[in-house]
C-alpha cells in the first residue's frame, strides 16, 4: 500500500495541503490563497502545481494513496461544493471530479467539521470511541457526529449541522444562515464578542477592561484576556457562553447518546472559564437516564496540523471516479 495521503483545507482565506502518513505525522506542508483566482479550473491548477511541488520535493511521487478535502459545504456522497457563501466560485462546484481529473488521484470530500472529527477518530482523542460528537467553535460552530464508528452524514450529505440548533427561540440573535437564535450566533468565537458588546451595552456604569477599546474591534482573545486579568464581566461573557454550550451538549446527547463531546478550535481552549459553566449546565439538564456518562473532551490534534490532518485521514477512504484519469 502506499505510504502517504495528500489532504487539502479548503478554507475561504487560505487553502492548506499536506503529506501526511498513516501514522498522522504531517510530512510537509504548504498553502495558497483560495480567492486569488475567480475561476475554479485555475486555482486547482494552482494547487495542483503546488501539491505536486511539495510531492516532488519529499521524495513522494507515486507514493499517494488518495486525497482527502475538507471544504465548507462539502458533499461527501457526490463530491460537490453547494452554497458555500465564503467562496467565490458559483455553486455547484463539482470539487472531487475536477481535483481527481487532475491529480489522477481518488478523491474523497467532506465538511470541515466531519473532517476535524475523522482527524479526531483516526489520530486524536476519539481513537477508540465508535460514538462521539465532534464540536467546532471557531469563526462558527461546526459538528461532527460519529455513530458505530462512521460519520452521519443524513440523506443527502449534509447531517450534522449542530452550530444551528435554536438555542434561543424568542427573540435571538440574527445568524449566518438566516435563521435567529442559533448556537453557532452564542457560542462561536464572534458570539463571544458579541455577548460582550451587549453586556457592555447593558451595564454602562459596570466598568471593565474591555471599555479601552473600541467596542466594536473587541475579540473572544480580547474577553479571555480581560476574564484573565480578573474582569468581572468578561467573566461572566464565559460563563453565559459556557452555560448556553452545556445546555446545548445535553439535548444533543439524547439524540445519539454519544461517549463524549470533543471540542476544538481556539475558544476550546478557554480552560475552565468555559469548562465549568459548561459542566454545571450540562449536569443540570442532563436527562436522568445519561447523567454522568457523556465526557467533555479536548481536541488532541495540533491546531496548525488539525485540518490537513482531518481531511487526510478521508484520503484513506478514497475510491477513484469513474472518469478519472491520469495526471495532467
Given at each position: 500500500?502506499?505510504?502517504?495521503?495528500?489532504?487539502?483545507?479548503?478554507?475561504g482565506t487560505n487553502t492548506v495541503f499536506g503529506i501526511v502518513d498513516a501514522r498522522g505525522v504531517v510530512i510537509a506542508s504548504g498553502s495558497i490563497k483560495t480567492a486569488k483566482h475567480s475561476k475554479i479550473e485555475d486555482y486547482i491548477d494552482e494547487l495542483y502545481t503546488e501539491a505536486t511541488r511539495l510531492i516532488k520535493a519529499n521524495d513522494a511521487e507515486d507514493k499517494i494513496y488518495g486525497i482527502g478535502v475538507g471544504a465548507p459545504n462539502a458533499n461527501y456522497y457526490n463530491g460537490m461544493i453547494?452554497?458555500?457563501?465564503?467562496?467565490?466560485w458559483p455553486s455547484p462546484i463539482p470539487?472531487?471530479?475536477?481535483?481527481?481529473?487532475?491529480?489522477?488521484?481518488?478523491?474523497?470530500?467532506?465538511?470541515?467539521?466531519?473532517?476535524?472529527a475523522i482527524g479526531e477518530m483516526t489520530y486524536g482523542a476519539a481513537r477508540g470511541l465508535k460514538d462521539f460528537i465532534m464540536i467546532t467553535l471557531g469563526t462558527g460552530v461546526g459538528s461532527g457526529i460519529v455513530i458505530n464508528g462512521q460519520v452521519v452524514y443524513g440523506h443527502d450529505g449534509f447531517a450534522g449541522e449542530l452550530g444551528h440548533i435554536v438555542v434561543k427561540r424568542n427573540n435571538g440573535r440574527l445568524c449566518g444562515c438566516g435563521r435567529t437564535g442559533c448556537l453557532e450566533a452564542y457560542c462561536s468565537a464572534t458570539g463571544v464578542a458579541r455577548t460582550a458588546r451587549e453586556?457592555?451595552?447593558?451595564?454602562?456604569?459596570?466598568?471593565?477592561?474591555?471599555?479601552?477599546?473600541?467596542?466594536?474591534?473587541i475579540t473572544s482573545k480580547d474577553v479571555y484576556d480581560a476574564a484573565m486579568n480578573g474582569d468581572k464581566l468578561a467573566k461572566e461573557v464565559f460563563e453565559y457562553t459556557g452555560t448556553i454550550l452545556g445546555e446545548a451538549l445535553a439535548d444533543m446527547t439524547v439524540f445519539s447518546s454519544p461517549a463524549a463531546f470533543i471540542l476544538f478550535g481556539g475558544l476550546a481552549k478557554s480552560g475552565e472559564l468555559l469548562m465549568k459553566p459548561l459542566r454545571e449546565a450540562m449536569d443540570k439538564n442532563m436527562m436522568p437516564i445519561f447523567k454522568g456518562k457523556p465526557k467533555v473532551?479536548?481536541?488532541?490534534?495540533?491546531?496548525?496540523?488539525?485540518?490537513?490532518?482531518?481531511a487526510s485521514a478521508l484520503g484513506w477512504e478514497a475510491k477513484p471516479l469513474e472518469s478519472a484519469p491520469a495526471a495532467n
Open positions: 500500500m502506499k505510504p502517504y495521503v495528500l489532504g487539502i483545507d479548503i478554507g453547494e452554497g458555500a457563501v465564503n467562496l467565490p470539487l472531487a471530479k475536477l481535483i481527481s481529473d487532475k491529480f489522477g488521484l481518488p478523491v474523497a470530500i467532506t465538511n470541515d467539521a466531519n473532517a476535524a453586556f457592555l451595552e447593558i451595564r454602562q456604569n459596570e466598568p471593565s477592561l474591555l471599555r479601552n477599546m473600541p467596542i466594536e474591534e473532551l479536548l481536541s488532541e490534534l495540533k491546531e496548525a496540523d488539525a485540518a490537513v490532518l482531518g
